[in-house]
């Protein structure tokens, strides 16, 4: 009797983890051992061999073993099953180095290949007020705030909102809401919670009502005039684009955290020092109108 072919989405969550880490291995590292799930998974070599048998049943042409490793390699063939292999996913995993369902460990570099950023200051909420905010948003429920707005009083003023998503600008993180106090929807950084609730009431908004968060916006920038020809090339190069313009597609709440993120010239006659700033916008009068705080 024929064995049946197993289907992806009927594997179990804890064995996808593992094959998304063998591919990742595989593909990025160059060579994935037994040894290596074994000892990123806290299993057994016997365990991670199963995962390896497993895998190469499901996707046949991928690897190779190769006797000078012990272990696989990539086929020229090889081609993704269960990962996201595209750099913008790939390189967040590499920094974070754990997977899902394992935990961080600082001095082993679970894919080998060592990473470092900035340590910038922590502008987060106390777990107790995130976890409140995150209920509050899951069961579609209005949450009750103390929050310390820039704008008011220097003591936190009491007020509801209804949350519908997280945001990370790069920058930090703020909750989108709608703001009874003030009838529209507004972005609450989280770090200036000095207390939420989650109440019984249901939300009566959704991120449906929130036009700048449904409708996306096409950004076109261009390298700033000022720098000369070569980097001008080597700019676009960096953001792979064979045109003249650079263009990203952006919800509208979120074009001025893009513009300052990527430290983009807003003055309308280009006067930033260039070197600094190595972007600037082409449609200026289409975009402002949402984000017209990050214009000069």
Not at 82 to 99: G, H, K, R, T, Y
Not at 173 to 184: G, I, K, L, N
Not at 273 to 295: D, G, M
């Amino acid at each position: 009797m024929a064995k049946r072919k197993v289907a992806i989405d009927e594997i179990k969550w804890g064995t996808r983890q593992r094959l998304q880490y063998i591919e990742l291995m595989a593909f990025y590292a160059g060579v994935i051992t037994r040894s290596d799930i074994a000892k990123a998974f806290a299993i057994s070599d016997a365990a991670a061999t199963k995962d390896l048998k497993f895998y190469s049943e499901i996707a046949p042409d991928n690897l190779i073993y190769k006797h000078s490793v012990f272990g696989f390699v990539p086929g020229n063939s090889f081609r993704e099953v269960f990962a996201d292999l595209s750099p913008a996913v790939a390189l967040s995993i590499f920094e974070a180095n754990f997977i899902i369902s394992s935990t961080p460990n600082i001095d082993n570099h679970m894919f080998g290949i060592p990473t470092s950023g900035l340590s910038l200051p922590s502008r987060l909420p106390k777990k107790s007020v995130l976890a409140q905010i995150t209920r509050s948003i899951c069961g579609k429920k209005k949450l009750k705030v103390s929050y310390h707005s820039l704008t008011e009083k220097e003591q936190p003023t009491k007020r509801i909102i209804e949350p519908h998503s997280l945001v990370n600008t790069g920058f930090r993180w703020h909750v989108r809401a709608y703001s009874e106090e003030t009838f529209d929807f507004r972005d609450f950084v989280l770090s200036r919670f000095a207390n939420a609730k989650c109440l019984d009431d249901e939300a009566e908004s959704n991120e449906l009502y929130d036009d700048d968060w449904v409708e996306i916006i096409s950004l076109e920038l261009a390298p700033h005039p000022k720098l000369n020809k070569e980097k001008q090339k080597s700019l676009l190069i960096d953001y792979s684009t064979n045109k003249d313009l650079i263009n990203i597609k952006v919800r509208r709440s979120l074009i001025g955290y893009l513009l300052q993120q990527l430290s983009v010239d807003t003055t309308i006659d280009h006067s930033l020092n260039p070197n600094k700033y190595q972007l600037i916008v082409l449609n200026r009068e289409e975009i402002e109108p949402f984000a017209s705080w990050a214009f000069d």
